[in-house]
C-alpha cells in the first residue's frame, strides 16, 4: 500500500470517518487491479461488501488539532470546510484551467508512482486572475474529488492591530496543516503576498511578507495550499518562484459564456424566445459570477410576474440592469 494512502487510511480510522475510509480502501483496490493482484483483490472486495454503511452519508472532518486562534482576540484563524458532490463537470473554464486542475488531483491521488522517479506532487498552486472566474470553487472541487477537508484560511483574523502578532499567526497557521492533511485556500492572497517595493506599505507589511516566504520555503507537509488573488501584479516577485505551478483564470469568451447560461438556466422552463447566443454576445466582459447573477434577477422577474417561464425579456431586462449597476459603480453613468 502507498504510504500517503497508509496515513489517510490512519487518519479516516482516527476521525471515526467510515465514509472516508471506504473511499480510500476502493481506490487502494483499483491501484492493486491495475497490478493484477486478483487474489488480494478479490478478498478485500468481499471485505468491503460486508462492512455495514453508516445510518448517516454526511461526511464530517473531525481534527484533534484545536484551532489555531488569534492572541489577541481569540478569533479562529481558519475554518474547516467540508464539500460533496462537486466535480469538474460543473466547472466551466477553459481548457488549460481544467487540464492544469485535473493534473493537480492525478498528481496527488498517484503520488506513490511520482516518488519512484523522485518526485512530489504539486503542493502550492497560485491561482490568479479576473474575480468571479472560478477560482475559489476550484479549490472546492478539489477538496471534494480527493474527500479532503478544505481549510479557509480567514485573513480578517490574522492581520493583527499588534506588531509581530500577524506572523505568529502566520506561523501557527503553517503549524497547523503541516500536522493535517487538507486543501489549504489562502483567499485574496495579496493582502499578504504585497510588493516589499511598495512605498505605501510599512514596515511591519515588509516583514510579513519575508516571514511569509520563509514559511512556505520551509513547508514540508502534505496539505496542498492553493493561492488565490484578483491583484497578481500586486505581489512581491520573489512569491512567484515558491509555487509550483500558476494557473491563470480569464474572462470567458463567446463560447463559454453561452454555456455558463446554459448551465444556470437548466433548472427552470424557457421559453421560444429565448436565445443565448445574443445573452452571451450582451455579456462581453462579464465573469461566471456575473452571470450567475444576471440569471438569478431573470428567474425573480419571471416568478414575480407569474410567467409560466423564463422569456428573452426577462433576461435581457437582468442584462440592462447589471451594466446599468457597473457603469454606476465605475462611474461612467452620464451627468
Not at 480578517?156 to 492533511?181: C, H, P, W
Request: glycine share 2%; aromatic share 8%.
Amino acid at each position: 500500500m502507498t504510504s500517503e494512502l497508509i496515513k489517510q487510511l490512519f487518519l479516516s480510522f482516527n476521525n471515526k470517518d467510515e465514509d472516508l475510509f471506504l473511499q480510500i480502501a476502493k481506490e487502494y483496490i483499483e491501484k492493486e487491479k491495475k497490478k493484477k493482484n486478483n487474489v488480494l483483490v478479490k478478498e478485500l472486495e468481499e471485505i468491503l461488501l460486508n462492512k455495514k454503511q453508516l445510518h448517516s452519508k454526511e461526511r464530517r472532518f473531525k481534527s484533534e488539532l484545536p484551532i489555531p486562534r488569534d492572541s489577541e482576540k481569540g478569533f479562529p484563524l481558519l475554518e474547516i470546510q467540508n464539500f460533496d458532490n462537486c466535480s469538474f463537470d460543473e466547472l466551466i473554464v477553459g481548457e488549460e484551467v481544467k487540464s492544469q486542475l485535473e493534473q493537480i488531483v492525478t498528481e496527488f491521488k498517484d503520488s506513490d508512482v511520482l516518488a519512484t522517479y523522485n518526485l512530489k506532487y504539486k503542493r502550492k498552486i497560485l491561482l490568479c486572475g479576473q474575480p468571479g472566474t472560478g477560482k475559489t470553487y476550484s479549490t472546492q472541487v478539489i477538496s471534494s474529488i480527493l474527500h479532503i477537508p478544505l481549510v479557509y484560511i480567514r485573513f480578517d483574523s490574522i492581520i493583527s492591530s499588534y506588531l509581530g502578532e500577524t506572523a505568529t499567526n502566520l506561523r501557527k497557521v503553517f503549524d497547523y496543516i503541516e500536522q493535517s492533511m487538507a486543501i489549504v485556500l489562502f483567499d485574496e492572497f495579496d493582502i499578504i503576498g504585497k510588493n516589499r517595493d511598495d512605498n505605501h506599505e510599512h514596515g511591519e507589511i515588509k516583514r510579513v511578507v519575508n516571514n511569509f516566504l520563509q514559511m512556505l520555503d520551509n513547508y514540508k507537509g502534505n496539505s496542498i495550499i492553493l493561492a488565490a488573488t484578483n491583484h497578481q501584479y500586486m505581489l512581491d516577485p520573489a512569491i512567484w518562484r515558491r509555487f509550483d505551478d500558476v494557473i491563470y483564470y480569464d474572462l470567458p469568451n463567446l463560447k463559454t459564456r453561452e454555456l455558463i447560461f446554459s448551465n444556470y438556466l437548466r433548472s427552470i422552463k424557457r421559453d421560444d424566445s429565448l436565445d443565448l447566443k445574443i445573452a452571451s454576445k450582451q455579456t462581453d466582459g462579464l465573469s461566471p459570477s456575473d452571470i450567475k447573477m444576471i440569471v438569478e434577477e431573470a428567474i425573480k422577474l419571471s416568478i414575480i410576474n407569474s410567467q409560466n417561464s423564463l422569456s428573452m425579456n426577462n433576461l435581457e431586462e437582468a442584462i440592462n440592469k447589471f451594466i446599468r449597476r457597473e457603469k454606476v459603480k465605475n462611474n461612467q453613468m452620464k451627468r
